[in-house]
């Protein structure tokens, strides 16, 4: 079935440092989805990407999503305390089988003030 | 943000008592699911519907249950709680299985 493995898995950064963690699908997504989940709270969506090599921007943070649909990457430049958190890619597989989103294990960023 | 709501938010129970936790969604959404989350860790998927009358298990075994009588309502059941159920269960809700997942704000189950 549809894996979908999120490196590192743990991320301390100095407040200022830049942070990137990738995503990596074991089949070509129909769609990635990036969420990020507060200490404490619930998963919020942030963005969803659909075209091949397409790259979003939201203020610090930038999305790519890879030529062949299988990876993606979220990017925070200069981070605050407030991006900490853990950050969940989810891919999903449009096929007959009925396919779930998958999300990936998380990457937890923690950053020093 | 959306409009999903889980009750209760914490709970502490006993071992061998049953339990029911709730999730309701006003969005009019077919498609709903639990997520079972340790602190910090992955989510696990552990049931989802596809609509009413349809229930399905999840990726990782879970002695839950579940109902889907309405569309709006999504309520999972522990017929008796043991001390690996302690954990934070998530429902969350998304019209479609590939579109945009929307979470509750988690019920926190503490079994002793």
């Known amino acids: 079935g549809q894996q979908v493995m999120q490196i590192p898995q743990y991320q301390h950064v100095q407040e200022g440092e830049d942070f990137t963690t990738y995503c990596n699908s074991s089949t070509t997504l129909s769609n990635i989805q990036w969420y990020k989940q507060r200490p404490g709270g619930h998963p919020v969506f942030l963005i969803q990407?659909?075209?091949?090599?397409e790259v979003k921007k939201q203020k610090r943070l930038t999305f790519q999503f890879g030529e062949a649909k299988k990876n993606s990457s979220l990017h925070i430049t200069a981070t605050q305390t407030t991006d900490v958190g853990t950050y969940f890619c989810a891919g999903y597989e449009f096929n007959n089988a009925g396919n779930m989103l998958t999300f990936g294990g998380g990457t937890r960023l923690m950053v020093k003030p | 943000e959306a409009d999903i709501y889980q009750t209760p938010r914490y709970l502490v129970i006993g071992t061998g008592k049953k339990i029911t936790l709730e999730c309701s969604q006003t969005?009019?959404?077919?498609?709903m699911y639990w997520y079972q989350q340790d602190p910090g860790m992955e989510l696990h998927l552990i049931h989802y519907?596809?609509?009413?009358?349809?229930?399905e298990k999840g990726d990782l075994s879970s002695e839950s249950t579940v109902s889907r009588i309405r569309t709006e309502h999504f309520p999972l059941t522990l017929e008796s709680a043991r001390p690996s159920h302690t954990s934070q269960y998530l429902c969350?809700?998304?019209?479609?299985?590939?579109?945009?997942?929307?979470f509750g704000e988690g019920s926190w189950l503490t079994v002793v």
């Open positions: 969005m009019g959404h077919d498609k």
């Open positions: 990407l659909v075209k091949s090599g």
């Open positions: 519907s596809y609509g009413v009358n349809s229930t």
């Open positions: 969350a809700s998304s019209t479609s299985l590939g579109n945009t997942i929307y």
